[in-house]
Each structure stands twice: as C-alpha cells, then as structure tokens.
C-alpha cells in the first residue's frame, strides 16, 4: 500500500487553511464603528480584533484561554564562538521556565497566559518542574554545526514543524483561543538570521546583530560564519524547509510549525520578536495565507526584526525596544489586547449615550 511521506502529510494539512470570514469581520468594523468614541483611535489594537473576528468566524471575540508555546533547542553552531554564552544554558533555562522562574514565566502568570515549555531538540534530557510541566517532543540533541554541514536532514525540518503544527491543533481542541510564540535556544539568533538573508535575499550583515550581547569582534565573526554559509548552501535550497534543514534551528522549525497550525486551526497566533518572526516568515513562504492568522506584537531591537514585519505586510502594536525572546514581547501584548476587547465588548455606543456618531470622510 502506498503510504504518504511526512512532507506530504504536511502539505496535505496547508491544503485545508481557508480564508478569513468577510462577514464576521465586517460585523466587527460594524461594531466598532457604533463603540462612542472617535473612529479608528485605537489604531492597530482594532484591526486586530477584526482580524481575530475574520479567524474565528464571530465577531463575538474571545481571547481569554491562551496560551505560550516555547520551543527549546540547541544550535550546534555555537561551537563557532558566535554566543557569549555556552550550549548548557538552554537546558538551564528550559528547567526554569517548567518551574515558573524566567522572565516570560513571571510575565505570563500576569497576563493569563498558559505556558508550555517544547524540549523539541535540547542538548541533554531534562527534568521537569510541576508549574508548567516540559512537553518532550525531542527530535535531537541539538543540531548540527551548519559551518561543516546541514544543521538536520530535511526529513527531520519536517518531523518538527509537524510537531508545531499539531500543538497548535491540540491546543485548539482544549479551548485555547489565542496562542504566543516563544524560544529558548543559545545560537538561535545566529539561526535565525541565516534562515532570513536566505528567504528575503539579502546581506547577512543587514540581517544580523548582537543577540544577547556580542562584542564588535564577535558580531563580525557572527557575520562571517552566516555569509559564509549562505553562499555554501543557497543554491541546494528549494523551498523553506531545505534553508531550515540547512542553517536553521529546531526550535525555529517548531515554531514554523506553530505559525502553519495556527491557519489550519483558525488560532490567531502571536509574533514575538526576531527569532519569532523569521518563523513566521518560514511560514509564510510556506503557505502565503498563513500570514492572515499572523499578529505582530513588537517590533524587535535586532536588525531585522522591522524589515520582516515588512515583508510579511503586518504591523506592530508595541515599539518597546525589546529583544530577550522566550515570548516575552508577545505576552506583554495580550494586555493591550484585552483593554481594546474591553472597549469593543463593554462600552456605550454613540446610540446609547444619544448623541450623532462620527462620520467616515
């Protein structure tokens, strides 16, 4: 019997993303044009609640079950000196966040936001903490030194991105309305911006910066090691998931994963900051569509964290020059998200307060 591969199951999932709801979302527009106040002056905040509304076919929008997906792994880049920090504070940090104790952790317990922890590829088996329990969808233990060879086999670029899909899908099923995308990965800003100057065509030194905080000499050799790799592989690219199996991450892989589950599912997904949003990019280069389900929350301090926002056509709502990842930047978000809902579900209309509403010119 034939049996399908994993990459055509994947793109079998890709088939099934449909557009957005017209009519939900005008009936959003609708009710934000009746909310007493002057039109569009929440800016970016109300497309988004008409976007939420177009993804989940009501306009009776509801954010309040969400959750953080955090995909974690190591790079085997890094044995290029490209971090300040060694390999072992990923399964470090890891640990903590299954504890609560790391920045998001604290941040989400403040927002309302569920975290889940992904061991999709860390460098040694980790222990789990009962506050966020570690979800282990371990593919490796880490990947490859994209200098001397593919960082994974495309196979198993593949096997990860299916593993984000299908958070997503399950997710889903347990009544999450919207989810954030998070990391933790040491090397994965080096990653990162090889995966981008490869799908956007442009110069790694455009692409790149100082991650968690490179000197001027190890931001040129950062630069250096990724030109270097560009050159070597480009041509063997033919989609995606080659330039991920090639010199990305698989917590980069995961969360393109996330980006692509998020449109088969209709779940607005969050980007968060430039490791984020190269996976989003991934996802969209995937599946254009996708983009649709894509919010963006922050625009990152890295170099290209703007220019893929750009690229990808959406606009952020907070410019706060944050770049610590985990998802920190897309938590600190559902906040502002929930004061706009709060407008758009609870306050008077021009009709309620009797007085003549604004008028479109």
Same mark, same amino acid.
């Given at each position: 019997?034939?049996?399908?591969?994993?990459?055509?199951?994947?793109?079998?999932?890709?088939?099934?993303?449909?557009?957005?709801?017209?009519?939900?979302?005008?009936?959003?527009?609708?009710?934000?044009?009746?909310?007493?106040?002057?039109?569009?002056?929440?800016?970016?905040?109300?497309?988004?609640?008409?976007?939420?509304?177009?993804?989940?076919?009501?306009?009776?929008?509801?954010?309040?079950?969400?959750?953080?997906?955090?995909?974690?792994?190591?790079?085997?880049?890094?044995?290029?000196?490209?971090?300040?920090?060694?390999?072992?504070?990923?399964?470090?940090?890891?640990?903590?966040?299954?504890?609560?104790?790391?920045?998001?952790?604290?941040?989400?317990?403040?927002?309302?936001?569920?975290?889940?922890?992904?061991?999709?590829?860390?460098?040694?088996?980790?222990?789990?903490?009962?506050?966020?329990?570690?979800?282990?969808?371990?593919?490796?233990?880490?990947?490859?030194?994209? !200098?001397? &060879?593919?960082?994974?086999?495309?196979?198993?670029? =593949?096997? @990860?991105?299916?593993? /984000? *899909?299908?958070? $997503? #899908?399950?997710?889903?099923?347990?009544?999450?309305?919207?989810?954030?995308?998070?990391?933790?990965?040491?090397?994965?800003?080096?990653?990162?911006?090889?995966?981008?100057?490869?799908?956007?065509?442009?110069?790694?030194?455009?692409?790149?910066?100082?991650?968690?905080?490179?000197?001027?000499?190890?931001?040129?050799?950062?630069?250096?090691?990724?030109?270097?790799?560009?050159? !070597?592989? &480009?041509?063997?690219?033919?989609?995606?998931?080659? =330039?991920? @199996?090639?010199?990305? /991450? *698989?917590?980069? $892989? #995961?969360?393109?994963?996330?980006?692509?589950?998020?449109?088969?599912?209709?779940?607005?997904?969050?980007?968060?900051?430039?490791?984020?949003?190269?996976?989003?990019?991934?996802?969209?280069?995937?599946?254009?569509?996708?983009?649709?389900?894509?919010?963006?929350?922050?625009?990152?301090?890295?170099?290209?964290?703007?220019?893929?926002?750009?690229?990808?056509?959406?606009?952020?709502?907070?410019?706060?020059?944050?770049?610590?990842?985990?998802?920190?930047? @897309?938590?600190?978000?559902?906040?502002?998200?929930?004061?706009?809902?709060?407008?758009?579900?609870?306050?008077?209309?021009?009709?309620?307060?009797?007085?003549?509403?604004?008028?479109?010119?």
């Amino acid at each position: 019997m034939y049996e399908k591969t994993a990459g055509e199951c994947l793109y079998g999932l890709l088939s099934r993303i449909s557009p957005l709801s017209s009519e939900a979302m005008e009936l959003a527009a609708l009710t934000w044009s009746h909310v007493a106040k002057p039109l569009f002056s929440l800016g970016i905040l109300e497309e988004d609640v008409i976007k939420i509304a177009g993804i989940s076919s009501s306009p009776s929008v509801d954010i309040g079950k969400r959750a953080l997906i955090i995909m974690c792994g190591d790079n085997g880049i890094v044995e290029e000196g490209v971090t300040q920090t060694g390999q072992e504070v990923t399964a470090v940090v890891t640990e903590n966040m299954t504890d609560g104790n790391s920045s998001v952790c604290l941040m989400a317990e403040r927002a309302g936001v569920d975290v889940f922890p992904v061991d999709i590829g860390v460098c040694r088996d980790l222990r789990s903490g009962t506050r966020n329990p570690l979800i282990r969808k371990k593919l490796a233990y880490g990947t490859k030194n994209f !200098r001397k &060879e593919p960082a994974m086999s495309r196979e198993t670029a =593949v096997s @990860a991105i299916a593993a /984000g *899909l299908c958070m $997503a #899908g399950e997710l889903k099923e347990k009544g999450y309305r919207l989810i954030a995308t998070g990391e933790m990965g040491i090397g994965n800003t080096t990653t990162s911006s090889a995966v981008a100057a490869m799908l956007l065509g442009r110069d790694p030194a455009e692409m790149t910066g100082r991650g968690a905080g490179l000197s001027d000499e190890g931001l040129r050799k950062k630069v250096s090691v990724i030109r270097e790799a560009v050159k !070597r592989y &480009e041509a063997q690219c033919r989609d995606a998931i080659d =330039v991920i @199996a090639c010199v990305g /991450g *698989l917590d980069l $892989a #995961g969360l393109t994963g996330v980006f692509l589950g998020g449109a088969v599912y209709r779940i607005p997904v969050l980007i968060d900051g430039f490791i984020s949003g190269t996976a989003a990019l991934a996802a969209a280069k995937l599946a254009p569509s996708a983009c649709d389900y894509m919010l963006a929350t922050h625009v990152s301090a890295e170099p290209a964290g703007k220019m893929i926002l750009e690229e990808l056509g959406l606009k952020p709502f907070v410019a706060a020059g944050m770049c610590l990842g985990e998802g920190t930047g @897309a938590v600190a978000s559902i906040p502002l998200l929930d004061m706009a809902l709060e407008v758009y579900t609870k306050m008077s209309t021009f009709q309620d307060i009797r007085i003549e509403e604004y008028k479109q010119w």
